[in-house]
């Protein structure tokens, strides 16, 4: 199919980059369950073959969104109002989420404990995701987010490198929270805490995902010179 955005036929351009330059890309391939975020530097064309999409389908559904406004996309951020946006945005959201997630599930599990759809070993998913994402997400705030905020600054005191490996753990915790919860489908009658607790998780998945894929596609690759001269 020869659609093009830029100038460049779309499928050929990286899933990370559309994600990351096109405003609404990320709901696209949310629906078609097309990894942006880990997977980010596979082109759409093997994103989709990778997932058993319709290519033409999933071209379309991305050139049926709205262009007029590409400030709106992140890429347009300058990096210390992008790094605001993560910490406000993803961070807090994160530490407001978890604790109440974790509560919910451990209640579900005990309650539905017979029930063959119960959700088992989400609360003890969700709890090393919360211990993990907090050292994550301190290293961040401590190391990485000050250095980058300094003008001229010539070291990054911690490796990208390093933190996008904590990114490809994260999204193999994410695919456990799917497996468990069947893709957070509620089984017919289910009471409101499962309700609460899958319309919750399947929140905090897709924050998380946007949060990775703004590190990864957008925030990292501008401080990859940075890092190869330290």
């Given amino acids: 199919m020869s659609l093009e955005i830029t100038g460049q036929k779309l499928g050929e351009r990286t899933v ?3 994600a990351a330059t096109l405003p609404g890309a990320t709901g696209v391939f949310r629906k078609f369950k ?11 064309d093997d994103a989709a073959q990778t997932r058993g999409a319709d290519p033409d389908k999933l071209i379309l559904a991305l050139q049926a969104l709205d262009h007029a406004n590409p400030a709106a996309a992140p890429a347009a951020m300058k990096s210390d109002e992008l790094i605001s946006h993560i910490q406000t945005r993803y961070h807090e959201a994160h530490r407001r989420a ?6 919910l599930s451990h209640k579900v599990e005990a309650v539905h404990r017979e029930h063959p759809m ?5 609360s003890d998913a969700l709890r090393q995701m919360h211990r993990d994402l907090e050292v994550h997400m301190a290293r961040e705030e401590e190391t990485l987010f000050p250095a980058m905020r300094q003008q001229g600054a010539i070291k990054l005191d911690i490796s990208i490198d390093e933190l996008r490996h904590e990114h490809d753990g994260q999204g193999t915790q994410l695919r456990l929270l799917e497996s468990l919860t069947d893709d957070f489908t509620l089984p017919e009658g289910a009471c409101r805490s499962w309700q609460a607790l899958y319309v919750g998780t399947a929140q905090f998945a897709e924050d998380l995902m946007e949060h990775i894929h703004l590190e990864n596609n ?5 401080f990859a010179v940075v890092e190869s001269v330290a």
């Fill in 34 to 44: 097309i990894d942006f975020c880990c997977n980010g530097d596979l082109t759409l």
């Fill in 118 to 122: 119960v959700p088992t070993g989400l």
């Fill in 98 to 103: 978890l604790p109440e997630l974790i509560a």
């Fill in 16 to 18: 990370g980059d559309i």
């Fill in 218 to 222: 957008v925030l990292f690759p501008r």
